[in-house]
């Protein structure tokens, strides 16, 4: 990847360059994406250039980007994006137009989908349904995955289980109440900060709703969650810290519990007997680390009850030069999905139908 050596404010590199295309650029880690411009490679067998339509903002993005992530930290600039939605404009495998879902591995060497173009491998991509809104069918993609297979793969959600969502009103927490909802959840409890996007969550399939208190002891938000339900029987976390630890002891016997994220804190206290005790399993998700193909199900579930109006997910749609907005948006927990809409210049324009 070649990139120009410009500022936004400088002469910028446009999209209608013959040399280059129009990006977000990361130039160390910890920094604000700025416009700038790439070179893409020549498109070679095995990869589909698209024109991007949508590129929703993950929280991984912003984790890679801040260099404290587990798995990668790139010390050079880089174009982000982890997933879009883009409209093929060369590959040996779709027709030209056809409307797919990309999984993107943004590095310094392979540029992510914050851009107006983008090369694929031909393995990560997958072609929508019809019917199916793409701005909406992008923002489901990581947070609807995130939610649907800890969900109902990882934790083989049952008929009438009780089900506790911590972390709820993020994106990946409100899809996760419709999921469980919709799969036959005997009740769902959503646990949150955010008290109007919780009390949202009651016209979605949340059942009771809890909201996390300040200086509130463990034992003390164990005994809240147990009188709105009584015993859970799965759990998924994308908080870790205290409230994992205040819910573990709200579990029933033979709980399943899957960790996908730690906005709470990076640790936790479990007791070996309390797992031993009630003999609960708990385990973890990383949507990074599983291939595309291995989404397919949850994608085409997800895309399905859209469709049918079954689910429903909050946008909110910036410009490709509203990007550092929209990256700023997503540090405070926006309670909806950030999507860059880089075709558009007007972001109260919702989306391309």
């Known amino acids: 990847m070649q990139l120009t050596n410009s500022r936004q404010g400088d002469n910028v590199t446009s999209a209608t360059d013959e040399q280059g295309i129009l990006a977000a650029l990361v ?4 920094a604000t994406p700025r416009m700038g411009s790439v070179v893409l490679r020549p498109r070679t ?5 698209l024109e991007v339509v949508a590129a929703p903002l993950n929280p991984l993005d912003l984790l890679v980007a801040s260099g404290k992530f587990h798995s990668a930290r790139h010390e050079t600039p880089y174009v982000p994006g982890s997933e879009c939605v883009g409209l093929v404009l060369a590959s040996d495998i779709y027709p030209q137009g056809t409307r797919v879902y990309a999984q993107c591995h943004a590095s310094p060497a392979t540029p992510g989908a914050l851009a107006t173009k983008v090369l694929v491998a031909d393995k990560d991509l997958l072609a929508l349904p019809e019917g199916v809104d793409p701005v909406l069918a992008a923002a489901v993609g990581n947070s609807g995955t995130a939610a649907y297979m800890p969900l109902i793969e990882n934790a083989s959600m049952r008929l009438g289980d009780t089900v506790l969502i911590l ?11 419709q999921i469980a909802h919709l799969a036959g959840a005997g009740c ?32 003390e938000l164990t005994e809240r969650l147990l009188a ?27 709980a399943r519990v899957v960790n996908i994220g730690n906005l709470a804190g990076a640790t936790a206290t479990i007791p070996a007997g309390l797992l031993r005790g009630k003999q609960i399993s708990l385990s973890g998700f990383a949507g990074l680390h599983t291939p595309l193909q291995a989404k397919r199900t949850a994608l085409s579930w997800l895309w399905t009850a859209l469709t049918q109006e079954k689910i429903t997910v909050q946008v909110r749609p910036f410009t490709f030069q509203e ?27 919702p989306w391309l139908n």
Do not use: F, M
Request: some cysteine.
């Open 323 to 349: 990007i550092p907005e929209a990256w700023h948006a997503q540090t405070v927990s926006p309670h909806a999905k950030c999507v860059i809409l880089p075709g558009h210049s007007d972001s109260s324009l």
């Open 45 to 49: 067998a095995g990869a589909t250039l």
């Open 228 to 254: 709105v339900a009584g015993p859970v029987d799965v759990v998924l976390d994308g908080l870790y810290g205290a409230p994992l630890e205040s819910a573990l002891n709200a579990c029933a016997p033979n």
């Open 167 to 177: 972390g709820a009103t993020g994106a990946v927490g409100q899809l996760a109440v």
């Open 188 to 219: 769902v409890i959503a646990v949150g900060r955010n008290l109007a996007t919780l009390e949202h969550l009651l016209t979605l399939g949340a059942d009771a709703v809890v909201e996390l208190r300040a200086n509130e002891t463990n034992e």
């Open 27 to 30: 130039d160390s880690p910890g």
